[in-house]
């Protein structure tokens, strides 16, 4: 299957009016791409190891509406619509921009095509991902099969499949948590894990001694990555609780979380967001409970310290890899 892109140089304060204007002429649906600075709330919706490069905000936008094409290169819309030709949907496209100078300002409003095959995104990625070591913990995805290397014997092979809106533990953020956890936890302790994802972070703890694990996340998809994880692992189900909601400011969440229930908590998200998440944390942790913090860029690790020291906890450790920082206090 084929697909036409065509894309429009627009402004930011136009994007809203010209994907509803498009619509008109059958295209439904656009990608944006644009320099606007992402809100508090964003930031907190967005449980990532790297935020998003937006650039200077100069204004502009760029957006992209992909439209199927037919065995004769027609491009399809709507159903029940006749196919049209590339070249006619671009002339139909500048008819509805020009339209719009009458009362807003597109800006540049140029329209360009490019032509994409069908592609299996959600699996293509798997090409990149080979299993790897963290010390003596052999990861490996769960269509590959163990390599032997070197004479070198794994303490423990961690099967994992992160799903394609996950991460993988390759990451610097995520090492540097696991050897926090094995250097903190006790046989039977009991861990929370906020912004899950895959339950990469909770799964290794409960196979590292761990007695049971909460993981806490926002995104729907994180339920069923993590029960393929535990399975993949021989993990009995039942020792981790997995909650969707935001433990920063969900009263249901911190309910069901519980407070004074955990020996160790991890948070491998973004400086941004651990910052107001540390004060939620808190009360959730036992008495000499640690409080794991990764996600941190060079640079910040400042701030993660100051909001564990406002909270009332005792700065243990920084670490780093590469550019990364890992913080680790202490109720």
């Known amino acids: 299957m084929k697909w036409m892109r065509l894309r429009v140089r627009t402004r930011a304060e136009a994007e809203d009016i010209l994907v509803s204007a498009m619509e008109d002429i059958g295209l439904s649906g656009a990608q944006i791409e644009d320099h606007v600075p992402l809100t508090a709330s964003e930031k907190e919706q967005m449980f990532v190891d790297i935020l998003p490069e937006s650039g200077e905000d100069d204004g502009s936008a760029v957006l992209s509406f992909f ?11 709507e159903e029940g619509a006749e196919p049209c030709a590339p070249e006619e949907m671009k002339r139909r496209m500048e008819e509805v921009i020009d339209g719009l100078r009458a009362y807003c300002d597109p800006g540049e409003g140029t329209v360009t095509m490019d032509e994409t095959e069908d592609v299996d995104w959600i699996n293509n990625w798997k090409q990149y991902f080979h299993q790897f070591r963290i010390d003596d913990i052999l990861v490996i995805p769960s269509w590959e099969e163990p390599e032997v290397e070197d004479g070198y014997v794994p303490s423990l092979t961690f099967h994992v499949d992160p799903g394609t809106a996950f991460g993988t533990g390759m990451h610097d953020t995520t090492q540097l948590c696991i050897r926090q956890i ?17 339950g990469i972070l909770a799964i290794l703890a409960l196979m590292l001694g761990a007695g049971e694990a909460v993981g806490t996340d926002l995104d729907p998809c994180a339920p069923p990555a993590i029960e393929e994880n535990l399975a993949a692992n021989g993990i009995d189900p039942s020792r981790m609780q997995i909650l969707l909601g935001n433990l920063i400011d969900d009263p249901v969440i911190q309910e069901k979380v519980g407070r004074d229930a955990y020996d160790l908590v991890a948070a491998n998200i973004l400086a941004e ?5 540390t004060p939620a944390v808190v009360p959730c942790m036992k008495k000499g409970a640690y409080f794991i913090t990764s996600g941190i860029l060079e640079g910040k690790e400042g701030l993660v310290a100051d909001a564990m020291k406002a909270a009332g906890l005792t700065v243990e450790e920084i670490t780093a890899q590469g550019e990364w920082r890992c913080v680790v206090g202490r109720k």
């Open 67 to 77: 439209v199927e094409e037919n065995e004769e290169g027609m491009l399809v819309t």
């Open 182 to 198: 094995r250097k903190r936890m006790k046989p039977g302790c009991r861990i929370l894990d906020v912004g899950t994802g895959s």
């Open 273 to 277: 967001v651990l910052v107001p998440m």
